[in-house]
């Protein structure tokens, strides 16, 4: 997919594993750490794929709390964005993928269209800043207790966000 992104930001490596299987699946070659990403090239893309994992109990993930002041003051008008997140919904099901949520308010009232909302019926967790009126905001991801449902979900939501992409 031309003109798209996939940005993240990972600790221990499995966002970046999950931002690969997407990259993979949409034959997308520009996959960055935004840690290591330079914001003015935010204008070269259409498309952004942003994903998170969510430490202790909701916080956002280091290199994205350098990274997301400094996106969120660009102009993203026209821009599709599409949100994954990844949690434990187990040990934190009280702030399960709260970073994909700290994201999403960060930027959702800057122009951009998001895309690739995910019911919340199928998980199990009592609270999550990504959810909002029994949806997520992107595409939860459960990787310590629910790695067998990983590329189903992946693939179910890839086909949500395709036609945006297009």
Do not use: H
Not at 9 to 34: C, M, P, R
Not at 146 to 156: A, C, P, S
């Amino acid at each position: 997919m031309k003109d798209t992104v996939i940005l993240y930001g990972t600790s221990t490596g499995t966002t970046q594993e999950i931002a690969q299987l997407i990259a993979t699946k949409l034959n997308i070659n520009d996959v960055y750490d935004v840690a290591t990403f330079s914001i003015e090239n935010i204008y070269k893309y259409k498309n952004l794929i942003l994903g998170s994992p969510t430490l202790g109990y909701g916080d956002l993930q280091d290199d994205w709390e350098v990274f997301l002041p400094q996106l969120a003051k660009q102009d993203l008008n026209e821009k599709n964005i599409a949100l994954f997140g990844l949690g434990d919904c187990d040990c934190y099901n009280d702030s399960f993928v709260s970073a994909m949520g700290i994201i999403y308010n960060a930027l959702q009232n800057k122009g951009a269209k998001f895309v690739g909302e995910v019911d919340a019926g199928e998980y199990t967790f009592t609270d999550s800043e990504a959810c909002i009126n029994g949806k997520f905001v992107g595409l939860p991801i459960d990787e310590e207790n629910e790695r067998i449902k990983t590329e189903e979900r992946v693939d179910n939501w890839l086909s949500s966000v395709k036609p945006f992409f297009e």
